[in-house]
């Protein structure tokens, strides 16, 4: 092991890149909060048509954000060995992939969006059914800005850049907490209101991150964006890390999406506490998500140096950061829940069963969540996505999807039986996740030639 004083990121560089991926997630969850407050005092309906949208957003969301993080590794191991053309080069090619990805999938949303929600959520409530087509047609109209902004975003950060992508995010953030309180509280329009602010603060964020791409002082500089022509064989690179993330993903959301179909037949409490839940169990764990993003960009760059020994050693120290991290937010959130619920203007028997399983969850969460999320984010960026992806999916559908139902089914267990098949699969993931990583056989993984 190197010393101190030859590592590749010093304290101050890691908190210059951490530091603001860390606010910009933290921001983004607690304006997503502050957003469904403002939603849930519109009705029980409303909030609950917003959940439901919101799973089926969230799956394509984060499909595309593992696709552009695909791309950032490339560009990251790159730059970490100096060849900044083929960065360059391969930065153009996430975006182009990223355009012809997030039209297609807004297209054919536009084209199937009431026999989706139909299939996906089954028979629920007329008013919410209602509120879930405006909500869903306005928002499905921005996935190629959010395309855009994540693949611009993801190529800032391989550059260590991660400072312009939050203060594009802190601006857009507010645009749409203002937004929903002039459409939602001035205007009345309610869920429309809603929908209509996001999807103009996407576009602000799409716009802007294209814009500050073309900085030329910048190691990645993209102009000229109509003349990119598909470059298959960087193309076959960025689908080869993007695809098994962005399917361990999309597995991932369609096995909430399983659930949430067992809790949309348990009622518009239990909806509603689930979607409560549901933002704050993501604002416990959104700063540690952050430090995992980082940790891409710190070991592309490390192993595009040959430096494998630092690659270990920041995967180590970035993941005991995260399990303080995981700690401090899980009581703090927890000692705010009931605050929240409160402000929401959420039901009494509602609330209560909020609390309850975030109770459940401060408590489960930081047994294994860090082992479970952590060192995986540093392996992807090694190029050992194969195994994540077959690994996460295996114990999603066994413990998060399959455990969850038959509680819920057959014991009749409620919402909470989400959370206990949750806390299995972070436990299962984290063992193997941990052989996997003293294994190194993370590292046998070639992802550009040198």
């Known amino acids: ?43 029980s309906a409303a909030i609950s048509a917003v959940s439901l949208v919101d799973s089926i957003n969230i799956l394509v969301i984060q499909a595309l954000s593992a696709l552009s993080a695909g791309g950032a590794i490339l560009c990251s191991q ?97 645009m749409n907490i203002g937004g929903n309180a002039i459409l939602i509280f001035v205007l009345g329009m309610g869920v429309e209101g809603a929908a209509i602010s996001t999807l103009v603060s996407r576009i602000f964020c799409a716009i802007v991150v294209i814009w500050q791409l073309r900085n030329a002082n910048a190691p990645i500089c993209i102009r000229n964006y109509f003349s990119i022509r598909p470059d298959w064989y960087l193309i076959k690179k960025i689908l080869f890390i993007g695809i098994p993330s962005g ?33 704050l169990e993501n604002l416990n764990g959104i700063a540690a998500i952050g430090i ?18 630092e690659a270990i050693y920041y995967i180590k120290k970035l993941s005991w950061l995260s399990e303080a991290v995981i700690i401090a937010s899980c009581l703090l959130v927890f000692a705010l829940t009931k605050p929240i619920t409160m402000l929401a203007g959420m039901e009494p028997a509602s609330a209560k069963l909020c609390f309850f399983m975030i109770s459940f969850i401060t408590i489960a969460k930081p047994v294994s969540w860090v082992l479970s999320f952590i060192p995986p984010y540093g392996m992807r960026a090694a190029g050992d996505v194969k195994f994540s992806m077959i690994t996460s999916c295996c114990t999603m ?48 993984h070639r992802v550009i030639e040198k």
């Open 292 to 309: 995992g993003i980082g940790l891409m960009t710190v070991v592309g760059q490390c192993l595009g140096t040959g430096r494998k020994d």
């Open 247 to 279: 399917i361990e993903n999309s597995m991932f959301q369609f096995g909430k999406l399983a659930i949430q179909s067992t809790v949309s037949t348990l009622g518009t409490v239990a909806i509603a506490a689930q979607a409560m839940t549901n933002i």
């Open 78 to 174: 790159y730059l970490g060995s100096q060849n900044k053309k083929n960065a360059n080069r391969s930065a153009r090619q996430v975006l182009f992939v990223m355009v012809i990805l997030s039209v297609t999938l807004s297209v054919f949303c536009l084209i199937f969006r009431d026999p989706l929600l139909h299939v996906i959520f089954g028979k629920v409530e007329r008013d919410v059914m209602i509120n879930s087509r405006i909500y869903f047609f306005f928002t499905l109209l921005s996935f190629p800005f959010i395309g855009l902004y994540d693949a611009g975003a993801s190529i800032m950060r391989s550059q260590n850049n991660s400072r312009n992508p939050m203060i594009i995010s802190v601006i857009s953030n507010f």
């Open 1 to 43: 092991m190197h010393d101190n004083t030859q590592h590749l990121y010093n304290n101050l560089d890691l908190r210059k890149l951490l530091i603001p991926i860390i606010v910009e997630q933290l921001l983004s969850s607690l304006m997503g909060t502050a957003d469904t407050m403002m939603v849930s005092n519109v009705g």
């Open 397 to 444: 559908w066994l413990c998060r999807v399959s455990l969850c139902i038959y509680l819920c089914r057959v014991w009749g267990f409620g919402p909470i039986a989400v959370w206990i098949g949750m806390f299995s699969d972070w436990t299962l993931r984290a063992i193997i996740f941990s052989i996997r990583f003293h294994s190194r056989k993370w590292l046998n």
